[in-house]
């Protein structure tokens, strides 16, 4: 029998050897130990690696970030500038609106949460009774106008229906956080509301409710109780959750009322067209902002230490626009539209010649600002404006590509089904006495007149003749109605609009000379004026292209397409000393306590004739002279008036009031009789020359004949004037001549 080895080393060789699970484990252990003290020092790597990159590394970064999560950063809204008038009535203000939105999620009041006990899923279930109670209130307010006339409410109107259906489908979207209820509600409506809230929630408080408080409170919501299977009255727990948040809203108190100058703002309050547009930087103002720390909910804590940059409101505009003045204009174009049958826009202007002050501009058929996108009023005409101009409105098929489809001819594919919308918007917001050209006509005889007084190729004398037809080329012009004129000068040929007189006229002016003048007058760029999308798209033969015909069709009117605009400016220019001015709408800027920040004033860009030359023009366009006398009958009417009235207890007053009507009074009539000396010839002439055609009354020369005693009748005309002012006492100019240096503008006392 074998002993034991007294040998340890080889008694522990042989265990081992003997037993190789136990060698496995043995090692497993080692492993196992080995990554586990791995992964600790892994671990506590990963962890000195984070706090190393969040406190050190990327430290300033992540406090940045940890400061902005705790600040709410709120901006404040600049309140638009007002545009008004000359004499101050607003056409365009800013008013406070209030959109009212309601969390769902949060308003518990209004539904019932079940959790199923399996998979801890929630349901929300609407309690219509609630829901009821609650939109029925806060629709009554919306409606109401001031939040407080609820039984004026109709209950049964389509209205009513729509708006409670609005504000329960918003509510009823339990699982969103924002649900609008209603948009541009005033602050009565809103305060009304809040205060609806504020009581209901405390009437339905989790906290709870004793039975005396919960009647009184329910009294004053105006509602009922209910009550449990025992009969005592018991109310739902929870709230509901109602904001408002502050706007601005863009009103138009004239609605229609000189739309394509102002123009419009866009859902955010940005102008989009007309002087809100091309002002958006002085109206807009700029916005402040508040930064202050905020709770876990993200709203603002009330903190004394918050920084505050205050909003810069918005500039006023003070326009040239006289609300009287564009009144009429309004009103006599739109019944010059209907009565022409006019087949595109009409358009009218009345501008201050000397300065370029914008009076009135209007463009038929308009719209209303307060609702721009609106354009049921003139769909017919934009309608007919679309089908009568195809090449211009069509639109046409495109692939998915975006390149048009053809057909086997090669010509585009018309899209039978495409929405218009967007350009019948286009077409009735358009301002057309800037953005559409058109043949001026004879309006342009007057620059025509113009170019040949001021070059020297023709004076007032100067006469041509009218047969009736004149030929250059190949080309026969007529006058209108094919009327023969015969002799005529300067004068003559402008108030018969004769076609052939300026064809001539531009003859002698001559192609180059010509296109100088037109160039200078302003009809090759444009005006400059203070709005925005006037056309940079001109139409008109260069000097090189203006051949003989050209120059012909030219003289009258009838070869160049213009601007409105660019026609009343360059009239301006011809009667106002020569000089062309830019047209402006905007007369001043303000601020908001109405101290003037800019004057527009007159911004002169060129003479262009010279004075004489406009002089001549000035005093030789007929209607002038006639409108003014009518005017000096009224003032002398005012005057004798005053004269009579004035006794020993008023004489102060009435010598101040006749000092003041006189300062504008007696310079006229001065200018007055300067005027009628000047067409005493004339008339003199056309008299004697009368009185000699009479003698040879025949058929041949009747027409020419019937002319003269047309003019005639003016000479009468003329008399009645001269009658006018010559009625004039002396007496009045005596006393205005002998006070004409007293200081102030007022009367010495002596009168």
């Not at 559409?436 to 005889?445: I, M, N, Q």
């Not at 120059?551 to 009838?558: D, R």
């Amino acid at each position: 029998m074998q002993t034991p080895s007294s040998n340890p080393k080889k008694n522990s060789a042989r265990r081992r050897s003997a037993d190789p699970h136990a060698r496995l484990s043995a090692r497993l252990r080692h492993i196992s130990f080995g990554a586990a003290v791995l992964l600790v020092v892994v671990a506590a790597l990963t962890v000195i690696y984070s706090l190393y990159k969040i406190q050190i590394r990327d430290g300033a970064t992540y406090r940045q970030y940890a400061a902005e999560q705790q600040l709410l950063d709120s901006t404040i809204q600049a309140t638009r500038g007002e545009i008004y008038d000359t004499s101050g009535i607003t056409l365009a203000s800013t008013s406070v609106v209030w959109t009212i939105w309601a969390d769902p999620s949060y308003s518990t009041a209004l539904y019932t949460t079940t959790t199923d006990q399996d998979t801890k899923a929630e349901t929300r279930t609407i309690d219509e009774a609630a829901m009821k109670e609650v939109c029925t209130q806060i629709t009554l307010r919306l409606l109401s106008g001031d939040g407080e006339s609820l039984d004026s409410v109709d209950t049964t109107s389509a209205e009513y229906q729509t708006q409670y259906q609005a504000v329960c489908d918003a509510l009823s979207q339990n699982e969103s956080s924002y649900q609008v209820l209603a948009t541009k509600v005033n602050n009565a409506i809103k305060l009304s509301i809040e205060e609806y809230v504020k009581t209901y929630n405390k009437a339905h408080s989790k906290s709870g409710t004793s039975a005396g408080a919960l009647e009184k409170i329910l009294a004053k919501l105006g509602l009922g109780q209910q009550e449990s299977d025992d009969g005592t009255p018991t109310v739902r727990k929870g709230r509901v959750s109602v904001s408002a948040s502050k706007g601005f809203q863009r009103d138009y108190p004239y609605g229609r009322f000189a739309a394509a100058v102002l123009g419009f703002c866009n859902a955010d309050g940005q102008g989009v067209y007309g002087l809100e547009n091309s002002y958006e930087s002085t109206l807009a103002g700029v916005n402040g902002r508040t930064i202050t720390l905020r709770n876990a909910y993200g709203n603002a804590i009330a903190d004394e230490n918050a920084t505050t940059y205050a909003a810069k409101d918005g500039s006023n505009l003070v326009l040239s626009l006289d609300v009287n003045i564009q009144e009429v204009v309004e009103r006599y174009l739109n019944e010059a539209v209907a009565a022409n049958t006019v087949e595109n826009r009409g358009c009218a202007i009345v501008m201050n010649v000397k300065t370029g002050a914008i009076l009135a501009m209007a463009s038929k058929p308009d719209f209303d600002p307060n609702d721009p996108q609106d354009f049921s009023a003139n769909l017919a005409y934009l309608t007919e404006q679309v089908q009568a101009e195809p090449e211009l409105y069509t639109i046409y098929k495109k692939d998915e590509n975006g390149n048009y489809l053809r057909d086997e001819n090669g010509q585009k594919i018309a899209d039978e089904e495409a929405d218009y919308t967007g350009t019948y918007r286009d077409i009735q917001w358009k301002n057309k006495t800037i953005t559409e050209l058109y043949y001026p006509g004879s309006v342009f005889k007057v620059i025509t007149a113009a170019m040949g007084v001021d070059s020297g190729k023709a004076t007032y004398y100067t006469t041509l003749n009218c047969s009736g037809a004149y030929s250059v080329a190949k080309q026969t012009y007529h006058c209108a109605g094919r009327k023969s004129h015969g002799a005529q000068n300067l004068a003559e040929a402008l108030r018969n609009s004769c076609n052939i007189y300026f064809v001539q006229l531009g003859q002698r002016v001559g192609s180059s000379l010509f296109y100088d003048y037109f160039d200078a007058f302003g009809f090759t760029e444009r005006t400059g004026v203070d709005l925005p999308n006037e056309t940079s798209f001109m139409q008109y033969y260069s000097k090189s292209r203006l051949g003989e015909v050209e120059l012909a069709s030219s003289a009258f009117g009838q070869a160049m397409a213009v601007t409105p605009l660019q026609v009343c400016t360059a009239v301006s220019a011809a009667v106002n000393g020569g000089y062309l001015v830019t047209p402006h709408v905007v007369d001043k800027i303000t601020d908001q306590n109405g101290n003037v920040v800019q004057e527009i004033g007159t911004n002169t860009r060129r003479q262009v004739i010279s004075e004489s030359a406009s002089e001549t023009g000035r005093t030789h366009i007929p209607p002038r002279l006639f409108k003014e006398a009518v005017h000096l009958n009224r003032m002398k009417e005012q005057i004798l008036q005053i004269l009579n009235d004035t006794t020993l207890f008023n004489k102060k007053t009435k010598a101040e009031e006749l000092d003041a009507l006189l300062g504008r009074y007696v310079p006229s009539v001065e200018a007055m009789r300067a005027k009628l000396k000047k067409y005493d010839k004339l008339y003199t002439e056309l008299t004697e020359e009368n009185a000699a055609l009479e003698k040879k009354l025949d058929s041949s020369s009747r027409e020419s004949i019937q002319k003269k005693l047309e003019i005639q009748r003016k000479l009468s005309e003329l008399d009645e004037l001269r009658r006018t002012v010559d009625a004039i006492p002396d007496e009045v100019i005596r006393t205005y001549t002998a006070q004409k240096y007293v200081h102030h503008g007022r009367m010495n006392q002596e009168i």
